[in-house]
């Protein structure tokens, strides 16, 4: 998707050279990138089994997810994991390590923004009982064999994937 106005001052833009390549503005020259959306979450694990989240929002409602979303502007993605962890379940989470980045696109089509999805390992800090909110209409734990077939984004198998081959090489 490319953009017609400038944001800076309403002129119109250029089209971009190429895909990765900025517009720039006819009126004042400057350039605008199209960058991929900076995006945060945490497999939450408690005795061994992993909590998603079903979706109560479009894209792919109704659909199995890991917590987490994007990232507000300035945001550090360890403070967006934990916020969006605790928006979507209530819980108060302690974040381990990161499992690792992940690409994908928002949305079911080839004009759908480009995501960097970085995910970490969290277990709660207590033993509140999660509920869903925000996004999630539902939450429930699962364990590493009994995952749901299909997720709402195509790089959440690959997550899920991840950590199930930690999970077995411990």
């Known amino acids: ?12 833009l250029s089209a971009a050279a190429g895909p ?3 517009q ?24 061994g089994r992993v909590l998603l989240a079903r979706r109560a929002i479009e894209p792919f409602k109704g659909c199995w997810d890991i917590p987490g979303g994007f990232l507000n502007e300035g945001e550090h993605p360890e403070d967006g994991a934990r916020r969006e962890i605790h928006e979507e379940t209530g819980l108060r989470v302690r974040l ?4 690792g980045i992940y690409m994908d696109r928002y949305g079911g089509s080839d004009t759908a923004k ?5 995910y970490y390992f969290a ?8 509920r869903a909110a925000d996004d999630a209409s539902e939450l429930a734990w699962f364990a590493p064999d009994k995952l ?11 997550v899920l994937a991840d950590w199930r081959a930690r999970v077995s090489s411990q």
Request: proline share 10%; net charge neutral.
């Open 20 to 22: 990765h390549h900025p």
């Open 96 to 99: 381990g390590g990161c499992l």
């Open 114 to 118: 480009w995501t960097l999805n970085i």
């Open 148 to 158: 749901p077939p299909k997720m709402a984004f195509k790089h959440e198998d690959q």
């Open 24 to 47: 720039r503005c006819t009126s004042c020259g400057a350039e605008h990138f199209r960058d991929s959306k900076p995006c945060a979450g945490a497999l939450v694990v408690r005795h």
């Open 123 to 130: 277990e709660p800090l207590d033993d509140t009982t999660p």
């Open 1 to 12: 998707m490319h953009f017609k106005f400038c944001p800076a001052c309403g002129g119109a």
